[in-house]
């Protein structure tokens, strides 16, 4: 069983920037494919970002190209999302979550360990 616990939500003003971390537990970490949902107030849960399990390849959202980066370090088993430039309507609860497929993906279906989320907030 793999346990998946997110952490570094906060406050922060817009145009301001927030990292997020990840980390899973268990000795298979790093074969697994990662990502990052949302879910803004009133909304339906959202695509944010993925990264293969070496980190070779990487997929964003239309809406956060550009200003997010994904990463990860296996040898710690973490996961990161860096936030830059964040505008009011990134605030969401973010959700990490681990897929065993071979290949990156994005669809959230895929995916089969979730955390229970950490909440930003970016104030204007």
């Known amino acids: 069983q793999v346990q998946v616990v997110e952490s570094g939500g906060g406050l922060v003003q817009a145009g301001g920037s927030l990292r997020v971390s990840c980390t899973a537990s268990?000795?298979?970490?790093?074969?697994?494919?990662m990502g990052w949902f949302r879910q803004a107030p009133g909304k339906e849960r959202e695509f944010v970002a993925a990264?293969?399990?070496?980190?070779?390849?990487?997929a964003y959202a239309d809406s956060v190209q550009g200003r997010f980066t994904i990463f990860r370090d296996n040898t710690k088993n973490m996961g990161y999302l860096q936030m830059k430039s964040l505008k009011p309507e990134d605030t969401a609860v973010y959700y990490c979550?681990?897929?065993?497929?071979?290949?990156?993906?994005?669809?959230?279906?895929?995916?089969?360990?979730w955390g229970r989320g950490t909440t930003v907030t970016v104030s204007s």
């Open positions: 990264i293969s399990r070496t980190g070779g390849t990487t």
């Open positions: 268990g000795p298979t970490f790093s074969t697994l494919q």
């Open positions: 979550a681990a897929s065993r497929t071979l290949r990156i993906t994005i669809t959230q279906d895929d995916y089969q360990y």
